[in-house]
C-alpha cells in the first residue's frame, strides 16, 4: 500500500508522464528550473508565476531520477526547499524521487496504542557500524528480544557534512543521504511493522541549521525578527505572509506520516515555536494529523514550559491534540538520586524528595512554582492528566550528549543506582524510553558531533568548550581543550555502539535484567495503564530519596491499587509498611520492620473487585 502526499511545493512525479515543480519564492521577479539526468546538458525551463509569490511548471523530459536546481534571479542555483532526496548534500542538486516506486508490505498495520509504547531513542549514524538505515533493520529482531515497541530516531532532515545530531537539518523534507536513500528509511519502517514495531521521527521545526539554508534568499518572510529563539531569528508562523510558511511546516509533518507510514512524531523544543496567530500552528498542525482518518499516530512534545494544556484529554480519554511530552522532570529526581550531581538545574532537585515523588505520581515536578535556574515560574499542574501522558528515560540523546565528555549515566552512577533506577522508571505507569544501548550498559558516550567547515566550525568547535566555562572543573583553559571536538571524526567514531559488548557477561547482565524488566511491564502494568486515569496517584515522602507512590485504577468491575515503595539512597530509610497485594518486582534487599534497605523497590498489586 503506497500513500503518496501531495505537497504545496516541491516535485511530484505526474501520472501522465512528466515532473511538475513548484516553489514560493516572493522575493523572485523571475525563477527557472534546471534539470539534468546523466551526462546529458543541463536544460533550464523558465517558470511561471501563479499569484501570492508561486512558481510552478510541468517539465515533460523529467522523471524519477532526474537532478534539478531552481535558478534565482542573479543565477544562483540553489536546491529545493522540498527535496524528497539530496544524493550530494545540502548544497548539491535535488532528485526527483517518486515515493509510488517503492512496494510497501503492511496494509495489515494498523499501529498500537500509546498505553503499549516501549521507546528506544536512536541515532541513525551511531546505531550501527555502518550507520545507515538498511543496518538499522538488521538489528530489529534485538529490539523486539528486549520488548521494544516503538523506536524514536533522532533528526534524519538533511544537513551539510557527512555526520550531525540532527538538529542542524536544512532540508526538512530529504533524508539525509549518509544514511541511504529515501526508500531505505521506508524498508526501515515495513521491517519495523512486520515485527510489531512503531517508527516515531524527531522533527525540528523551531529553526534551520547554519548553513545550507537557503530560504532567506528567495523567500525572506520565511523568518521573522519579531520573535527570537536560541538560533535567531525566529520561524514566522504569524506575520504577513506566513500563509505560506504554516503550510510548509505543517505538510513536512503530513509528508512524514503518509509517505513514510511513521507512527508518530517527536517535535522538538516547541517552547521555541513562537506564535502569536489566533490559532497556534502547534494546534493547527495536531488538528490537521488527526483529521485525517489516519491509523493511530502518536505526538510527542520536548516542551521546556511543561504546558499540560497541549496534552489535554478529551472527556473519552482521547488525546484530541499531543499524545505525550518528554518528561525531563523524571530524568532529573532519579539523576541526581542516583549520582548526587548538584550543577546548573540539577541543583533545583538534589534534595527535593517532594519533587521525586511528585514527579513519578503526577508527571511534572514544577507545577507553576519559581525555578532559580530559569529566572521564573515552571510549568502547569499535571494530576489532571493520565501517567500515559509522560515519557520517562534515565538517560536520552541530550542528557547524555550535553555533558562535556559525553558520558552515560553508567559511567557516574553505583551498579546499585542504576539497578534501582532501572527498576523504577521501566514498571512506571509513564511510557519509558531507552536510548540506545542503554539495555546493556554501553560504553561507548554520545558526545556532540557534527561536521561543518571553516569558520562556522571553528566557531562551533569554539562554542561548545566556552559554555562549560561556568563549571568549577572547566574554567581553566587546559581543562576546556581536554572536551571532544565535535568536528574530529574521533568524537563521532567514539558514539558508535560497539554490539560486540553484547558477548561480554558483564554488560549481558544488564541486558537480561532490562528484557526482565520489560516482560514484566508488558504483563502486568501495561494492561492496567488504560484504567489508570487523571488524579489517580499519591506520594508519602519518607525520608531522603525515598517514597511511596499509590496509582489507583480501575479495570471494568475490578478496581486496585499499584504501590511503588522506593529507596533511591545509600542510607537505610524507615517507615515504609507492607503494602498488601502481590509483589511484582523487587530490587535490592527485602524491606524488614519498615525499614527500606539502600537502593531497594518494590512493586506490588492489591486488586478487588
Same mark, same amino acid.
Given at each position: 500500500?503506497?500513500?503518496?502526499?501531495?505537497?504545496?511545493?516541491?516535485?511530484?512525479?505526474?501520472?501522465?508522464?512528466?515532473?511538475?515543480?513548484?516553489?514560493?519564492?516572493?522575493?523572485?521577479?523571475?525563477?527557472?528550473?534546471?534539470?539534468?539526468?546523466?551526462?546529458?546538458?543541463?536544460?533550464?525551463?523558465?517558470?511561471?508565476?501563479?499569484?501570492?509569490?508561486?512558481?510552478?511548471?510541468?517539465?515533460?523530459?523529467?522523471?524519477?531520477?532526474?537532478?534539478?536546481?531552481?535558478?534565482?534571479?542573479?543565477?544562483?542555483?540553489?536546491?529545493?526547499?522540498?527535496?524528497?532526496?539530496?544524493?550530494?548534500?545540502?548544497?548539491?542538486?535535488?532528485?526527483?524521487?517518486?515515493?509510488?516506486?517503492?512496494?510497501?508490505?503492511?496494509?495489515?498495520?494498523?499501529?498500537?496504542?500509546?498505553?503499549?509504547?516501549?521507546?528506544?531513542?536512536?541515532?541513525?549514524?551511531?546505531?550501527?557500524?555502518?550507520?545507515?538505515?538498511?543496518?538499522?533493520?538488521?538489528?530489529?529482531?534485538?529490539?523486539?528480544?528486549?520488548?521494544?515497541?516503538?523506536?524514536?530516531?533522532?533528526?534524519?532532515?538533511?544537513?551539510?557534512?557527512?555526520?550531525?545530531?540532527?538538529?542542524?537539518?536544512?532540508?526538512?523534507?530529504?533524508?539525509?543521504?549518509?544514511?541511504?536513500?529515501?526508500?531505505?528509511?521506508?524498508?526501515?519502517?515495513?521491517?519495523?511493522?512486520?515485527?510489531?514495531?512503531?517508527?516515531?521521527?524527531?522533527?525540528?521545526?523551531?529553526?534551520?541549521?547554519?548553513?545550507?539554508?537557503?530560504?532567506?534568499?528567495?523567500?525572506?518572510?520565511?523568518?521573522?525578527?519579531?520573535?527570537?529563539?536560541?538560533?535567531?531569528?525566529?520561524?514566522?508562523?504569524?506575520?504577513?505572509?506566513?500563509?505560506?510558511?504554516?503550510?510548509?511546516?505543517?505538510?513536512?509533518?503530513?509528508?512524514?506520516?503518509?509517505?513514510?507510514?511513521?507512527?508518530?512524531?517527536?517535535?522538538?523544543?516547541?517552547?521555541?515555536?513562537?506564535?502569536?496567530?489566533?490559532?497556534?500552528?502547534?494546534?493547527?498542525?495536531?488538528?490537521?494529523?488527526?483529521?485525517?482518518?489516519?491509523?493511530?499516530?502518536?505526538?510527542?512534545?520536548?516542551?521546556?514550559?511543561?504546558? #499540560?494544556?497541549?496534552?489535554?484529554?478529551?472527556?473519552?480519554?482521547?488525546?484530541?491534540?499531543?499524545?505525550?511530552?518528554?518528561?525531563?522532570?523524571?530524568?532529573?529526581?532519579?539523576?541526581?538520586?542516583?549520582?548526587?550531581?548538584?550543577?546548573?538545574?540539577?541543583?533545583?532537585?538534589?534534595?527535593?524528595?517532594?519533587?521525586?515523588?511528585?514527579?513519578?505520581?503526577?508527571?511534572?515536578?514544577?507545577?507553576?512554582?519559581?525555578?532559580?535556574?530559569?529566572?521564573?515560574?515552571?510549568?502547569?499542574?499535571?494530576?489532571?492528566?493520565?501517567?500515559?501522558?509522560?515519557?520517562?528515560?534515565?538517560?536520552?540523546?541530550?542528557?547524555?550528549?550535553?555533558?562535556?565528555?559525553?558520558?552515560?549515566?553508567?559511567?557516574?552512577?553505583?551498579?546499585?543506582?542504576?539497578?534501582?533506577?532501572?527498576?523504577?522508571?521501566?514498571?512506571?505507569?509513564?511510557?519509558?524510553?531507552?536510548?540506545?544501548?542503554?539495555?546493556?550498559?554501553?560504553?561507548?558516550?554520545?558526545?556532540?558531533?557534527?561536521?561543518?567547515?571553516?569558520?562556522?566550525?571553528?566557531?562551533?568547535?569554539?562554542?561548545?568548550?566556552?559554555?562549560?566555562?561556568?563549571?568549577?572543573?572547566?574554567?581553566?583553559?587546559?581543562?576546556?581543550?581536554?572536551?571532544?571536538?565535535?568536528?574530529?571524526?574521533?568524537?563521532?567514531?567514539?558514539?558508535?555502539?560497539?554490539?560486540?559488548?553484547?558477548?561480554?557477561?558483564?554488560?549481558?547482565?544488564?541486558?537480561?535484567?532490562?528484557?526482565?524488566?520489560?516482560?514484566?511491564?508488558?504483563? #502486568?502494568?501495561?494492561?492496567?495503564?488504560?484504567?489508570?486515569?487523571?488524579?489517580?496517584?499519591?506520594?508519602?515522602?519518607?525520608?531522603?530519596?525515598?517514597?511511596?507512590?499509590?496509582?489507583?485504577?480501575?479495570?471494568?468491575?475490578?478496581?486496585?491499587?499499584?504501590?511503588?515503595?522506593?529507596?533511591?539512597?545509600?542510607?537505610?530509610?524507615?517507615?515504609?509498611?507492607?503494602?498488601?497485594?502481590? #509483589?511484582?518486582?523487587?530490587?535490592?534487599?527485602?524491606?524488614?520492620?519498615?525499614?527500606?534497605?539502600?537502593?531497594?523497590?518494590?512493586?506490588?498489586?492489591?486488586?478487588?473487585?
Amino acid at each position: 500500500m503506497t500513500t503518496l502526499h501531495r505537497m504545496p511545493q516541491g516535485a511530484d512525479v505526474v501520472p501522465g508522464g512528466g515532473v511538475r515543480f513548484r516553489l514560493w519564492a516572493p522575493n523572485c521577479a523571475h525563477m527557472a528550473v534546471e534539470t539534468r539526468d546523466g551526462k546529458e546538458p543541463a536544460r533550464s525551463v523558465p517558470m511561471v508565476p501563479t499569484g501570492d509569490g508561486w512558481y510552478e511548471i510541468l517539465v515533460p523530459h523529467a522523471r524519477a531520477g532526474t537532478r534539478y536546481r531552481y535558478i534565482l534571479p542573479d543565477g544562483m542555483r540553489v536546491p529545493d526547499p522540498a527535496s524528497r532526496y539530496q544524493p550530494d548534500d545540502a548544497h548539491g542538486p535535488s532528485e526527483v524521487v517518486d515515493p509510488a516506486a517503492y512496494a510497501w508490505s503492511d496494509a495489515a498495520w494498523a499501529g498500537r496504542p500509546w498505553h503499549e509504547a516501549v521507546l528506544y531513542e536512536l541515532h541513525v549514524g551511531a546505531f550501527t557500524p555502518a550507520g545507515t538505515f538498511r543496518a538499522a533493520r538488521e538489528r530489529l529482531d534485538h529490539l523486539v528480544t528486549l520488548g521494544v515497541t516503538g523506536i524514536e530516531i533522532m533528526p534524519v532532515a538533511d544537513f551539510p557534512g557527512r555526520r550531525n545530531w540532527g538538529y542542524d537539518g536544512v532540508l526538512l523534507y530529504a533524508p539525509d543521504s549518509s544514511y541511504g536513500r529515501p526508500e531505505d528509511l521506508m524498508a526501515l519502517v515495513d521491517a519495523a511493522h512486520a515485527r510489531g514495531i512503531m517508527v516515531l521521527l524527531d522533527v525540528v521545526y523551531n529553526h534551520f541549521g547554519p548553513d545550507g539554508n537557503y530560504l532567506p534568499l528567495y523567500a525572506p518572510a520565511f523568518f521573522t525578527d519579531r520573535h527570537q529563539t536560541p538560533w535567531g531569528a525566529g520561524v514566522n508562523f504569524d506575520g504577513p505572509e506566513s500563509k505560506a510558511v504554516r503550510e510548509f511546516i505543517i505538510h513536512n509533518a503530513l509528508y512524514w506520516i503518509d509517505e513514510f507510514h511513521l507512527d508518530g512524531l517527536r517535535l522538538d523544543a516547541v517552547h521555541a515555536i513562537l506564535d502569536d496567530s489566533p490559532h497556534d500552528v502547534l494546534d493547527e498542525l495536531a488538528e490537521r494529523v488527526r483529521g485525517a482518518g489516519r491509523r493511530e499516530v502518536h505526538l510527542v512534545l520536548e516542551n521546556e514550559e511543561n504546558q #499540560t494544556r497541549r496534552l489535554a484529554r478529551d472527556a473519552d480519554g482521547r488525546t484530541p491534540h499531543y499524545t505525550a511530552q518528554w518528561n525531563d522532570d523524571v530524568h532529573h529526581v532519579l539523576h541526581v538520586a542516583a549520582t548526587g550531581e548538584d550543577q546548573g538545574y540539577y541543583a533545583e532537585y538534589l534534595g527535593a524528595t517532594a519533587k521525586l515523588g511528585r514527579a513519578l505520581a503526577e508527571g511534572f515536578a514544577f507545577q507553576g512554582e519559581m525555578m532559580n535556574y530559569r529566572g521564573g515560574p515552571r510549568g502547569e499542574p499535571s494530576a489532571v492528566l493520565p501517567p500515559t501522558a509522560f515519557v520517562a528515560f534515565i538517560q536520552n540523546h541530550d542528557q547524555i550528549g550535553n555533558r562535556a565528555f559525553g558520558d552515560r549515566l553508567t559511567a557516574i552512577a553505583s551498579p546499585e543506582a542504576l539497578r534501582a533506577l532501572a527498576a523504577v522508571y521501566l514498571l512506571l505507569p509513564q511510557v519509558p524510553m531507552l536510548f540506545m544501548g542503554e539495555e546493556w550498559h554501553a560504553s561507548q558516550p554520545f558526545p556532540f558531533f557534527c561536521d561543518f567547515e571553516g569558520e562556522l566550525a571553528d566557531a562551533v568547535r569554539k562554542g561548545r568548550r566556552q559554555e562549560f566555562a561556568r563549571f568549577p572543573e572547566f574554567q581553566a583553559e587546559a581543562a576546556r581543550e581536554r572536551i571532544p571536538d565535535p568536528q574530529a571524526d574521533s568524537t563521532f567514531a567514539s558514539a558508535k555502539l560497539d554490539w560486540a559488548e553484547l558477548e561480554n557477561p558483564e554488560h549481558r547482565v544488564w541486558f537480561d535484567l532490562y528484557r526482565r524488566l520489560l516482560a514484566k511491564r508488558r504483563e #502486568t502494568i501495561v494492561p492496567l495503564l488504560p484504567g489508570i486515569g487523571a488524579h489517580a496517584a499519591a506520594y508519602e515522602v519518607l525520608g531522603p530519596s525515598a517514597v511511596t507512590v499509590r496509582w489507583q485504577f480501575y479495570r471494568g468491575v475490578e478496581k486496585g491499587v499499584l504501590t511503588l515503595a522506593a529507596n533511591l539512597s545509600d542510607e537505610p530509610v524507615s517507615g515504609f509498611r507492607a503494602d498488601p497485594g502481590r #509483589t511484582l518486582w523487587q530490587e535490592g534487599r527485602s524491606k524488614e520492620n519498615g525499614v527500606g534497605e539502600p537502593w531497594s523497590v518494590r512493586w506490588t498489586l492489591a486488586q478487588r473487585a
